[in-house]
């Protein structure tokens, strides 16, 4: 009897989430209780009348990252009590980072996309005093950077220094592309395509720059792409790494890296001059990559894990709403919960429930369809890219997600798709 089978999920579905469900019964007794003797201090943000977020969607920079380690918080509070070179710091951290990594040096950056513009002005430029000061004007200069898999949000990076892209959007095509004025391959490729692309650089004799922003976790490609013999490659600070929001990993070949800092902040007249990072940037940098290789990551995996399983359980309570857990294979590589709906059937769209959510107190965001921070103009990757589907289903990222935040998510969640299935029904 197909009914009865529903009636059997739904009833075992139900006593899965019992205990979140009491759980939840609770924490709204001591909420109300709270509210009524006006218990609660005001943070900084709320001082200013601005709202806190939940937030499932992940690193997103507009969310402001992630959260710092409390040893990288620890560790830029010490380096604020003191005055230092702030060369002399980059080079000693750039020893300290060939240390953990085994690529030949590093350097802190303003993010990833510092770390793109000043590997750029490093490839044009070298550490030539007169060719620093000439950019961006690149006259007389190798100034062409293949763009492999064209256009990007992210490229203008590359741009201010004066660089011009040369799209290319195969392994066949960067070859094709390169010619006597090429001065660094920019690639995101992962994989085979990257140890393609990594052949013909070497063949060709030009830097290539590897951007990984959300590349760690895992940790280990801190070390892979050093084994790889890849020129350049950066990771952002506040995504994955968690390290200060404002700061990224620049690692690679010695002589470009100290190309990269005389190109760089605190160097008056260099183009990268205005992408300042402070010593406690570069102090929280290191000190999150030195932490994630202290990390049992197969005990914070079951962590993460744990967290939208406890959504999952709340959400599958309502009729018609199934759920799947991936893990991206191409950054941002944490557990994440996919949620599914009828849109159609029910009336109600991703959008629908994403502001919603965005509505409520407390605030949380989702990942849909939508992203807030992106310039409406940009197109990237092909021109006349072909049409994309809308997606069916939002996603839920556990690394962003607070201890204790899973089951407000998932009653709110709950709640928000229990009422439009009745409704549709």
């Known amino acids: 009897m197909p009914g009865n089978a529903s009636s059997r999920r739904s009833f075992?579905?139900?006593?899965?989430?019992?205990?979140?469900?009491?759980?939840?019964?609770?924490?709204?007794?001591?909420?109300?209780?709270?509210?009524?003797?006006?218990?609660?201090?005001?943070?900084?943000?709320?001082?200013?009348?601005?709202?806190?977020?939940?937030?499932?969607?992940?690193?997103?920079?507009?969310?402001?990252?992630?959260?710092?380690?409390?040893?990288?918080?620890?560790?830029?509070?010490?380096?604020?009590?003191?005055?230092?070179?702030?060369?002399?710091?980059?080079?000693?951290?750039?020893?300290?980072?060939?240390?953990?990594?085994?690529?030949?040096?590093?350097?802190?950056?303003?993010?990833?996309?510092?770390?793109?513009?000043?590997?750029?002005?490093?490839?044009?430029?070298?550490?030539?005093?007169?060719?620093?000061?000439?950019?961006?004007?690149?006259?007389?200069?190798?100034?062409?950077?293949?763009?492999?898999?064209?256009?990007?949000?992210?490229?203008?990076?590359?741009?201010?220094?004066?660089a011009k892209l040369v799209l290319a959007y195969s392994p066949e095509e960067v070859a094709n592309a390169i010619t006597d004025q090429t001065t660094m391959i920019y690639t995101n490729s992962l994989g085979e395509r990257l140890e393609k692309e990594l052949k013909i650089a070497k063949d060709r004799k030009v830097p290539l720059l590897l951007d990984d922003a959300a590349g760690i976790p895992p940790v280990d490609n801190a070390?892979?792409?050093?084994?790889?013999?890849?020129?350049?490659?950066?990771?952002?600070?506040?995504?994955?790494?968690?390290?200060?929001?404002?700061?990224?990993?620049?690692?690679?070949?010695?002589?470009?890296?100290?190309?990269?800092?005389?190109?760089?902040?605190?160097?008056?007249?260099?183009?990268?001059?205005?992408?300042?990072?402070?010593?406690?940037?570069?102090?929280?940098?290191?000190?999150?990559?030195?932490?994630?290789?202290?990390?049992?990551?197969?005990?914070?995996?079951?962590?993460?894990?744990?967290?939208?399983?406890?959504?999952?359980?709340?959400?599958?309570?309502?009729?018609g709403v199934t759920t799947n857990t991936y893990i991206p294979t191409d950054g941002n590589r944490y557990p994440t919960l996919r949620v599914y709906w009828d849109q159609q059937a029910w009336g109600y769209s991703i959008s629908d429930l994403a502001n919603e959510l965005r509505a409520g107190n407390p605030v949380i965001e989702i990942l849909g369809a939508d992203n807030p921070s992106l310039v409406r103009a940009v197109r990237e990757g092909r021109p006349n890219p072909k049409e994309h589907k809308a997606p069916d289903h939002i996603e839920l990222v556990s690394m962003t997600i607070k201890p204790g935040e899973d089951v407000i998510v998932g009653q709110r969640l709950r709640a928000a798709l229990s009422a439009a299935q009745k409704k549709a029904a």
Not at 100 to 109: D, H, K, P, Q, R
Not at 228 to 256: A, V
Not at 261 to 268: A, V
């Open 223 to 319: 070390k892979l792409y050093a084994r790889m013999g890849i020129d350049m490659y950066c990771f952002s600070g506040g995504k994955g790494l968690r390290g200060p929001q404002c700061s990224g990993l620049l690692l690679g070949r010695k002589d470009l890296i100290e190309a990269a800092l005389m190109n760089s902040n605190p160097r008056e007249g260099a183009v990268c001059r205005p992408m300042k990072v402070g010593k406690e940037e570069i102090i929280g940098c290191l000190t999150a990559l030195e932490t994630w290789l202290k990390i049992d990551e197969k005990k914070l995996y079951a962590e993460w894990n744990a967290r939208i399983d406890r959504i999952r359980k709340l959400v599958e309570t309502v009729p």
């Open 12 to 162: 075992f579905k139900l006593l899965a989430a019992a205990p979140l469900l009491s759980q939840i019964a609770v924490h709204d007794l001591y909420a109300t209780a709270a509210k009524a003797v006006g218990a609660g201090k005001q943070n900084v943000y709320e001082r200013l009348g601005v709202k806190t977020i939940i937030n499932c969607r992940g690193t997103w920079t507009y969310l402001s990252g992630s959260l710092e380690f409390p040893e990288v918080r620890q560790a830029q509070l010490e380096a604020s009590d003191y005055f230092i070179n702030v060369i002399e710091l980059q080079r000693a951290v750039g020893r300290r980072l060939a240390e953990l990594t085994g690529a030949e040096s590093g350097i802190v950056t303003s993010g990833s996309a510092g770390a793109m513009a000043a590997a750029t002005a490093a490839c044009m430029a070298g550490a030539d005093d007169k060719l620093i000061w000439q950019l961006p004007d690149t006259t007389g200069l190798k100034n062409e950077v293949v763009m492999t898999g064209g256009r990007s949000a992210f490229d203008s990076a590359i741009r201010l220094t004066g």
